[in-house]
T-cell receptor, first 114, second 112 residues
Framework: AAGVIQSPRHLIKEKRETATLKCYPI?????VYWYQQGPGQDPQFLIS???????DKGSIPDRFSAQQFSDYHSELNMSSLELGDSALYFC?????????????FGSGTRLTVV | SQQGEEDPQALSIQEGENATMNCSYK?????LQWYRQNSGRGLVHLIL?????REKHSGRLRVTLDTSKKSSSLLITASRAADTASYFC????????????FGSGTQLTVLP
């Protein structure tokens, strides 16, 4: 079965650079969520999209932005990277009904800022 | 964690023993989910229990939910070395927001 695909798997950037992470949800899942997980931390919700519109916003820094495209894939854009942005970034998708289903997570993108 | 705490933070048991992990949360929920994460890997959905359910089983997993105490437990029976991972509970809000809020996780080590 198709899963949530994230790219790239690993990314190394220097401070103040920009990074773009991509997420391809499961077909027919039209809700996408982004989470950030720092070393030894629990996943923190960043932002979500439903039907290409932002639906919820969590602890996402102003330096980050995201969008969902017409094919439902989503991109997380991160600018002016800081060392503290080093983390695993997960994308998850769910059917529109959301609450009654478990979310399917991708394998994550490991971002290292040096 | 912004939502709740998991207890214990770390658990080490012998293969064949049962493992019990607890989770507490703070707000009203629509459902509570348990996820597993191998080191540095993605989160894998294990089981979902709705707010009107008290107990649910899936294979070797048993989940209970006590909404009056705002707590849940995950029991893994007859543990295996392959069960070694971090286990997170996550709550789905009963409000308009549908994002999951994760607890701080329990690191389970099953010794062969």
């Amino acid at each position: 079965a198709a899963g949530v695909i994230q790219s790239p798997r690993h990314l190394i950037k220097e401070k103040r650079e920009t990074a773009t992470l991509k997420c391809y949800p499961i077909p027919r899942h039209d809700t996408v969520y982004w989470y950030q997980q720092g070393p030894g931390q629990d996943p923190q919700f960043l932002i979500s999209f439903y039907e290409k519109m932002q639906s919820d916003k969590g602890s996402i820094p102003d330096r980050f932005s995201a969008q969902q495209f017409s094919d439902y894939h989503s991109e997380l854009n991160m600018s002016s990277l800081e060392l503290g942005d080093s983390a695993l970034y997960f994308c998850a998708s769910s059917p529109a009904s959301g609450g009654g289903y478990g979310y399917t997570f991708g394998s994550g993108t490991r971002l290292t800022v040096v | 964690s912004q939502q709740g705490e998991e207890d214990p933070q770390a658990l080490s048991i012998q293969e064949g023993e049962n493992a019990t992990m607890n989770c507490s949360y703070k707000t009203s929920i629509n459902n509570l989910q348990w996820y597993r994460q191998n080191s540095g890997r993605g989160l894998v959905h294990l089981i979902l229990i709705r707010s009107n359910e008290r107990e649910k089983h899936s294979g070797r997993l048993r989940v209970t939910l006590d909404t009056s105490k705002k707590s849940s437990s995950l029991l893994i029976t007859a543990s295996r070395a392959a069960d070694t991972a971090s286990y997170f509970c996550a709550t789905g809000s009963s409000g308009s927001a549908r994002q999951l809020t994760f607890g701080s996780g329990t690191q389970l080590t099953v010794l062969p």
